[in-house]
Structure formats: structure tokens, C-alpha cells
């Protein structure tokens, strides 16, 4: 039910379009998602024992025959994964911050007519089962190489997120009312939270292709589907502009970030009893000693649409300043 979506529903379903043209819309917003329902079970299908499924969701709001309605996109999907299979664990609310006070939905300062401003969206998470199991030593090492900083935890796992909405660039001008403002440190996140290095990232809704760039700053594989082909030039467009120096800048600011906390935290007393095995630097717990950050360097294509990324995991050298300043900008992509 968001509209910039609406021609892809009806073209794709049959269900969709006689529900639209009826205009029965509680009937078209049961047959979005049950075209929706095929991607879930697919996700389900394909998910390794353990794996987690992340869906970026808003609710949508809609005028209907005079009558203001909300459709809740993500309490129809939570239905349906629980029902295929899935455990529902805690979601995030991402919240989306606007600059306009006088936004509002409804009839403004006269009761009860004015309705609440929907300023979020959901991140509702998924698992295949029970907890992952980690059965080799090789992958029990790449599970501790994985490791966030304690302060990242604090911060990620958090149930709120406020996190300002970007313009995507996108190659094809048709494209570009069609698509959502998805910012890159949502996936940078979740790729960190719910999987290791050399993990394989899925993304069945790869628009502008966001997920596969910030797969390939975390040194994860990854496999992005998009069925819209005026999406395909905007994919391939980003990916082979994707600069090596700015992917690693990502994981150059994680360290640079703890280096300020671990310096604060010891400025004020506080005992930090670790070290980094491989870096070198202070840490808080014994879980991030074997914390190891791959840094993507060659970046090569080969023609058919994969790209195939080189990474090190010694700590590139830093453009002159950027060390002494802190917090460093991210890059755009």
C-alpha cells in the first residue's frame, strides 16, 4: 500500500489488479502480501539452521472512500512468518527524524480528528529455528574474528534506531520517484549483528543495491535479486563505482571510534583488563581479543554480474588528519 510500489503489485499479480480496479482495498492489501508470502517462505527455505531474516517495513496510511485508514504492512508479515516456521524475535523501530514541525496527518489542532505522524519504520528479525550452531573450529574462529566492540552493542542493539533517510542516485530517471530513501548503515548493522565473515548476505529486494555494497565493506559474500530491470543499470552503475578507499573507511572509522571510547573510558578511571590479539588496542570484554576487520582492496569485475572483492585485514594507513578527528564522516554512496 505505499504507492510507489502499486504498479509493481498489480503487474505482478492478477489478485492485485481486480482488487485495485474494484477498488477493494483491504482485498489488495491481503493479495500484495500474498504475493509477498512467496518471498518469506523462499527466504525460510533457503536460510542455513539458525539464520536470521531481516524485513525493513513501514506501516501505510491511505484515504479510502473518504475514510482515513492505516494498513500495518509489518503485523501482516510477522502472521505469516510465524506461521511458515520462522521465530519472531525483538524488532527495531527505525526512526526516521523530518525537519517539518508542522507535519501532521488529519484536521490539526481540533479533536479527535488529527492522527498520529508515522515517523518510523520497522526492522522486524527473524530466525530459522533455534540458535546457530558453530560446529568447525574454522568457523568458531571466524565467529570470534566477527566480533563487535562492546560499545557497538550497546548502540545496535538497541530497539530504536534514529537514523536520517538518504537520496538514492539512481542512473535511470524513471527509477528514481520509485525508489525507497534506504541508508547504507541499515544493512552495514545488520550484516554485523546476525552474521559472520564469509557468510553469505541475501538480499531478494535489492533495489539500488545498498545491501551488496555493504556486504562487501564487511567482507561477507552476498547475492542481491531485483526483478526490476530499470533497477539493474542503478545496480551495476554503484557497485562498479565502489571505491576500495571508501568501503574501507567504514571499518577505519569502528577503530578510530574505539580508540576515542577506550581513551575516554580510561581518562575517567575505568579499567579496560583486555587486548586486541591482532591490533593491539585496549578492549572491554574477552569476546573482542580475536576481533579482526577485513579493509577491501582489488575490487574485480567479471563482466556477467558479480564482482569479486580482495580483502586485508591489516589496518590500512589513514589519510593525514583523519586519525585526529573524530567522529569521521562516513562516505556517501
Known amino acids: ?88 524475535l525483538p524488532h527495531i523501530l527505525w526512526r526516521k527524524p523530518t525537519n517539518a514541525p508542522n507535519k501532521f496527518m488529519g484536521s490539526g489542532m481540533l479533536p479527535p480528528g488529527a492522527y498520529v505522524t508515522l515517523e518510523h519504520e520497522y526492522i522486524l528479525v527473524f530466525r530459522k529455528g533455534n540458535k546457530r550452531i558453530f560446529k568447525t573450529p574454522e568457523e568458531k574462529e571466524r565467529r570470534r574474528q566477527s566480533a563487535f566492540f562492546w560499545e557497538e552493542r550497546n548502540v545496535w542493539f538497541s530497539d530504536l534506531w534514529t537514523l536520517t533517510g538518504v537520496r538514492q542516485e539512481l542512473t535511470n530517471g524513471n527509477a528514481r520517484t520509485r525508489s525507497g530513501a534506504f541508508p547504507f548503515e541499515i544493512p552495514w548493522r545488520l550484516i554485523h549483528m546476525f552474521s559472520i565473515q564469509g557468510d ?31 533497477m539493474v543499470e542503478t545496480i551495476r552503475d554503484r557497485l562498479e563505482k565502489a571505491q576500495p578507499p571508501k568501503l574501507r573507511t567504514w571499518n577505519i572509522q569502528r577503530i578510530h571510534a574505539h580508540d576515542l571510547f577506550a581513551r ?70
Not at 35 to 40: A, E, F, K, Q, S
Not at 277 to 304: N, S, W
Request: glycine content about 10%.
Open 200 to 230: 553469505t548476505v541475501l538480499d531478494p529486494f535489492a533495489g539500488t543495491g545498498t545491501t551488496l555494497l555493504a556486504a562487501m565493506a564487511a567482507g561477507r559474500s552476498s547475492i542481491g535479486v531485483e526483478i526490476d530491470p530499470e
Open 1 to 88: 500500500m505505499i504507492e510507489m510500489w502499486d504498479t509493481s503489485f498489480v503487474r505482478q499479480s492478477k489478485g492485485v489488479k481486480k482488487a485495485w480496479e474494484s477498488r477493494n482495498w483491504m482485498a489488495a492489501f491481503e493479495a500484495m502480501h500474498e504475493l509477498l508470502d512467496g518471498c518469506w517462505r523462499e527466504c525460510f527455505r533457503v536460510l542455513q539452521p539458525g539464520g536470521i531474516m531481516c524485513v525493513n517495513v513501514g506501516d501505510a496510511t491511505r484515504t479510502v472512500e473518504g475514510r482515513f485508514q492505516l494498513f500495518p504492512n509489518h503485523a501482516r508479515i510477522i502472521q505469516f512468518c510465524l506461521q511458515i516456521g520462522f521465530q519472531s
Open 264 to 333: 575516554e573510558a580510561l581518562a575517567k578511571g575505568k579499567t579496560l583488563k583486555y587486548r586486541n590479539e591482532h591490533y593491539g588496542f585496549p578492549v572491554m570484554t574477552r569476546q573482542e581479543v580475536a576481533l579482526k576487520l577485513p579493509f577491501p582492496g582489488k575490487i574485480e569485475p567479471d563482466g556477467q554480474g558479480c564482482w569479486q572483492v580482495f580483502c586485508s585485514w591489516d589496518l590500512p594507513e589513514v589519510p593525514a588528519g583523519q586519525g585526529k578527528q573524530l567522529p569521521l564522516l562516513y562516505p556517501d554512496f
